[in-house]
């Protein structure tokens, strides 16, 4: 038998991925526009080019 400690963590790590689980199920699957699978544009935008943002670096 384990330990008081390891069990406590195992079993909150099985509830928490059990959880994690139900939460995605519910949600369902992504829609193919949110993917991130697309190579037509790389920009957050969608406008398939990177501008330069002034001042960040």
């Known amino acids: 038998m384990l ?3 390891p069990l ?3 079993l909150l790590l099985a509830l928490m991925f ?6 995605g199920s519910a949600a369902g699957p ?6 991130g699978t ?5 920009s957050p ?3 398939g080019e ?3 943002v002034g ?3």
Do not use: I, K, Q
Not at 18 to 23: D, E
Not at 30 to 35: E, I, K, R
Not at 38 to 42: C, H, N, P, Q, R
């Open 55 to 57: 001042g960040m670096g």
């Open 38 to 42: 697309s190579t037509e544009g790389t």
């Open 30 to 35: 992504v829609p193919s526009n949110m993917s």
């Open 45 to 47: 935008d969608g406008c």
């Open 3 to 5: 330990p008081p400690a």
């Open 18 to 23: 059990a959880l994690s689980y139900a939460v």
């Open 50 to 52: 990177v501008r330069d």
């Open 8 to 10: 406590g963590f195992l």
